[in-house]
């Protein structure tokens, strides 16, 4: 049964996942809006230009769809006419976009309809997934229950998506789980890693308010007076973006002497930086997913994260591999990271509970939860 799978352009942590699937015996061929990412590009987040250091589109079956206009991805470009030919045909039984809200993606949804195809939706929504008002909230709700009538399958990423599907009335039966995941394998240490000296606690993430790089930085400024705390860790701040100068011009005022800041990093290299690293903090205000979190989870970290980031709601187990610290208060995640400063003798156990909880949440978890998908629309 042929699906095709619609993204806005080749996206490092889908390439691994999709070649799983097709090794796997998943027909199933890629429909890109755009090559932006197979080159060297300007990505506005980073505020740089950077260029992917992994396989993209190796062994993967795939096709440009047309577009006019400029080659970026935003909520409006690429500006993608093919709606029809390249993808409604007579082998293709399922039609697999990623996202719900893009102008067309719905387009394709609403088609899928016409000529008669399955629809798999897979989004990364969830309650707190991002700030909405009143008349967001009641917009949303009459949205799904019209959506709802165009998809078959709901691919829920976690469980913070599933409920919010549920909230929206979604039938439990439609709701798979077809996980968040990235390739476990290449973030596990292949060798034994020389013990710090000092504490290690890194953040890797774009230099955004989303992200929460001033709210970590705010709590170091306030552990500072712990002066064995501050003598015996580092904090790595690794990553690019508009609040860069900022964060700086903050560590000099502060005089955070324990703190570094390293440029964007590819992922071969920031695989290392992740293995070298013991605690991984991730203090974003809003996160619909946070997949960093799973690589530093295969690399061994303990993790400390936002009680709203999606993918705690999954990976983190307080007191076993980690903290979850209340959203916004930096005060309380300064106490997760003095928590777990003061847990040193049972630090490789925690960073052992994390590998142990991401090796399970994998690839092959997502096979089965596509598998599943695809009997429950053949019944």
């Known amino acids: 049964m042929l699906i095709k799978y619609i993204q806005t352009h080749p996206i490092p942590y889908q390439s691994p996942f999709i070649r799983y699937l097709i090794k796997n015996k998943i027909k199933i061929k890629v429909l890109y809006r755009s090559n932006m990412s197979t080159t060297k590009y300007y990505d506005q987040d980073f505020q740089k230009k950077i260029k992917w250091?992994?396989?993209?589109?190796?062994?993967?079956?795939?096709?440009?769809?047309?577009?006019?206009?400029?080659?970026?991805?935003?909520?409006?470009?690429?500006?993608?006419?093919d709606f029809i030919e390249k993808i409604f045909d007579k082998n293709t039984k399922i039609i697999w976009v990623h996202g719900i809200k893009n102008w067309y993606n719905l387009i394709i949804i609403f088609l899928a309809k016409f000529f008669g195809k399955k629809v798999f939706i897979r989004d990364e929504v969830h309650k707190n997934s991002k700030k909405r008002s009143l008349l967001?909230?009641?917009?949303?709700?009459?949205?799904?229950?019209?959506?709802?009538?165009?998809?078959?399958?709901?691919?829920?990423?976690?469980?913070?998506?599933?409920?919010?599907?549920?909230?929206?009335?979604?039938?439990?039966?439609?709701?798979?789980?077809?996980?968040?995941?990235?390739?476990?394998?290449?973030?596990?240490?292949?060798?034994?890693?020389?013990?710090?000296?000092?504490?290690?606690?890194?953040?890797?993430?774009?230099?955004?308010?989303?992200?929460?790089?001033?709210?970590?930085?705010?709590?170091?400024?306030?552990?500072?007076?712990?002066?064995?705390?501050?003598?015996?860790?580092?904090?790595?701040?690794?990553?690019?973006?508009?609040?860069?100068?900022?964060?700086?011009?903050?560590?000099?005022?502060?005089?955070?002497?324990?703190?570094?800041?390293?440029?964007?990093?590819?992922?071969?290299?920031?695989?290392?930086?992740?293995?070298?690293?013991?605690?991984?903090?991730?203090?974003?205000?809003?996160?619909?997913?946070?997949?960093?979190?799973?690589?530093?989870?295969?690399?061994?970290?303990v993790i400390i994260s936002s009680n709203l980031v999606g993918s705690s709601f999954d990976l983190v187990k307080n007191g076993m591999n980690g903290y979850k610290f209340k959203n916004g208060d930096y005060k309380d995640l300064a106490n997760k990271m003095l928590k777990v400063y003061h847990q040193k003798k049972r630090l490789t156990q925690l960073k052992l509970n994390s590998k142990r909880i991401i090796s399970k949440w994998d690839f092959k978890m997502c096979l089965t939860g596509i598998k599943k998908a695809i009997r429950t629309i053949t019944i």
Do not use: H
């Not at 589109?57 to 769809?65: A, E, G, R």
């Open 53 to 81: 250091d992994t396989e993209l589109l190796k062994n993967i079956d795939y096709k440009y769809l047309n577009y006019i206009g400029p080659n970026k991805v935003t909520s409006i470009f690429p500006i993608t006419t």
């Open 136 to 301: 967001n909230n009641l917009f949303n709700f009459f949205f799904y229950r019209f959506i709802d009538n165009f998809i078959d399958i709901y691919l829920s990423i976690g469980t913070a998506n599933k409920n919010y599907y549920l909230k929206k009335n979604i039938d439990k039966k439609k709701i798979i789980l077809v996980p968040y995941v990235v390739d476990n394998n290449f973030f596990y240490k292949t060798k034994k890693i020389k013990k710090n000296k000092k504490l290690i606690y890194l953040f890797a993430a774009k230099f955004r308010k989303r992200k929460g790089p001033d709210l970590l930085l705010r709590s170091i400024n306030l552990l500072k007076k712990n002066k064995t705390f501050t003598s015996n860790v580092k904090f790595v701040f690794v990553g690019e973006g508009y609040m860069k100068k900022e964060l700086k011009e903050y560590t000099k005022q502060k005089d955070l002497k324990n703190v570094s800041f390293l440029p964007f990093q590819n992922q071969k290299r920031l695989k290392k930086i992740y293995q070298k690293s013991d605690i991984f903090v991730m203090p974003s205000r809003e996160e619909p997913w946070g997949l960093a979190l799973n690589e530093a989870m295969a690399s061994e970290n």
